[in-house]
């Protein structure tokens, strides 16, 4: 192929990867615009939070595989509002916003455009990675603990949460914060995220309407790590 011996060699690795990736494949075949449909489609085979959640937001949603999941899952009545600094095309039941998550502005008009308290948010967020394991670590750390801080005041009592992490060394304490606000909080690796991929889901179930109730916290094999009660 004329345009691969134009291409750099990373370009040239990533491009080889996609073509052999079976979950690539099977995303073309079933009409999914992501092979990451499938990060969620583990997590919610596991944990089953899609159709029992009316409202729902997906952070760092284009293309949008994750969004066409939720909206397929969810209820027929469901409400889906969707950010990304990327535009992507538009789904039904889906409300599409362009911009920074980070931007308080932005997060308000999420809240406004729900017009409720959410039963489900759900982050596929990464920041642009640099190519230093410690640093994207750190930048993607940051950015979840924002994600986490208006998930709690954004989920209803009984709501529940995903976002994905690099591990690197912050997310026990990270996981700690999800286990004292969440009945359960797993870490959870689907298989269809590379084996040599650092990337791992953070899984809280039932936001508690008040802190300091007994947790029942479990991890998932692969990547477990058994969580502890909190008084
Ligand atoms: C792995 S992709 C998401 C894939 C998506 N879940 C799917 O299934 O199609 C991560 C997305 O996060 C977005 N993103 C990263 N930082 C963001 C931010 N601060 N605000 C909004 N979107 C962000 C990126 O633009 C990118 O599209």
């Given at each position: 192929m004329?345009?691969?011996?134009?291409?750099?060699?990373?370009?040239?690795?990533?491009?080889?990867r996609q073509m052999h990736d079976p979950y690539?494949?099977?995303?073309?075949?079933?009409?999914?615009r992501s092979r990451a449909a499938y990060k969620l489609l583990e997590i919610d085979d596991k944990f089953n939070l899609i159709k029992k959640s009316k409202y729902i937001i997906d952070l760092g949603a284009a293309p949008g595989g994750w969004s066409q999941l939720l909206a397929q899952k969810s209820s027929e009545d469901a409400?889906?509002?969707?950010?990304?600094?990327?535009?992507?095309?538009?789904?039904?039941?889906?409300q599409q916003f362009i911009g920074d998550f980070e931007d308080e502005a932005n997060q308000q008009k999420i809240i406004e455009a729900l017009g409720q308290k959410a039963d489900l948010i759900v982050s596929d967020m990464a920041?642009?990675?640099?190519?230093?394991?410690?640093?994207?670590?750190?930048?993607?750390?940051?950015?979840?603990?924002?994600v986490y801080d208006f998930a709690l005041n954004t989920l209803a009592p009984g709501g529940s949460f995903v976002a994905k992490i690099f591990m690197g060394g912050k997310e026990?304490?990270?996981?700690?914060?999800?286990?004292?606000?969440?009945?359960?909080?797993?870490?959870?690796?689907?298989?269809?995220?590379?084996?040599?991929?650092?990337?791992?889901?953070?899984?809280g179930?039932?936001?508690?309407?008040?802190?300091g109730s007994v947790s029942d916290c479990m991890s998932i094999p692969q990547y477990a790590e058994k969580s502890k009660k909190v008084e």
């Open positions: 004329k345009v691969k011996g134009k291409m750099s060699l990373s370009s040239r690795l990533w491009l080889d690539v494949k099977r995303a073309h075949k079933e009409g999914y409400k889906i509002i969707a950010i990304d600094l990327l535009n992507f095309d538009e789904l039904p039941k889906v920041p642009a990675t640099v190519g230093h394991a410690q640093t994207d670590h750190l930048r993607i750390m940051n950015l979840v603990n924002s026990k304490q990270f996981f700690e914060r999800v286990k004292k606000d969440f009945a359960k909080a797993y870490f959870f690796k689907p298989k269809s995220s590379r084996s040599v991929s650092v990337e791992i889901y953070v899984v179930i039932s936001r508690r309407a008040s802190v």
